[in-house]
């Protein structure tokens, strides 16, 4: 007949420990994936120096995060991207959610030897939207969030969430038929869920 071992708090602690990400847990994280998580910052902001201060504002915010599962630490750190950007880009057009959708252009320069020419191309057409719609293109179509999610984040309704994802493909998806002029673009329009 085995006997029970009496459950101690030390090992309570230690297998909260090894279930939740630390602050060195996202700090490792940040510092593996900061190239992509900056791309996804820059994405949403089409500036710079907005995409830096997101990233900052996401770091702090998953630093102090205490009950994110390890599993689910790098998802974390990228809605907290999302969040960060979405308050700083509303922030800046000083205006209420439903004035957002001004025209907005990337306010920097990419590096073609960086990037491969797709890539490049991709991505002025994402930084080329209208705040509204790239926020929401970036969000539903790359983060692939359901567009409930996107209106709650956004404080928008579904409708207008869908109506701009909509409108956002097809602008990209046309501004990447312009610079391409080749026959691949179905293939385009289906890779983000255009119909």
């Known amino acids: 007949m085995k006997i029970a071992r009496p459950f101690h708090r030390n090992r309570f602690r230690s297998i909260q420990e090894a279930a939740y990400a630390t602050a060195d847990d996202f700090q490792r994280l940040f510092a593996r994936e900061m190239t992509d998580l900056f791309r996804l910052s820059l994405y949403l902001t089409a500036e710079a120096e907005k995409a830096e201060s997101c990233l900052i504002f996401a770091m702090q915010d998953c630093f102090a995060?205490?009950?994110v599962s390890k599993e689910?630490?790098?998802?974390w750190a990228r809605r907290a991207i999302v969040r960060n950007a979405i308050r700083l880009v509303q922030e800046a057009r000083n205006a209420e959610p439903?004035?957002?959708c001004s025209e907005a252009g990337?306010?920097?320069l990419l590096q073609p030897s960086e990037y491969r020419t797709e890539a490049l191309q991709d991505s002025l057409a994402i930084l080329e939207l209208p705040d509204f719609e790239?926020?929401?293109?970036v969000a539903c179509v790359l983060e692939r969030y359901p567009i409930m999610d996107c209106a709650l984040l956004l404080k928008r309704s579904p409708k207008d969430v869908n109506n701009a994802r909509v409108r956002a493909i097809n602008r990209v998806v046309s501004?990447?038929?312009?610079s391409r002029h080749e026959s691949g673009t179905i293939y385009q329009a289906s890779r983000y869920g255009a119909r």
């Open 175 to 178: 501004a990447e038929e312009g």
């Open 65 to 67: 995060s205490s009950t």
């Open 134 to 137: 790239r926020l929401v293109f």
């Open 72 to 75: 689910w630490a790098f998802i």
């Open 106 to 108: 990337p306010n920097f």
């Open 98 to 100: 439903d004035d957002i």
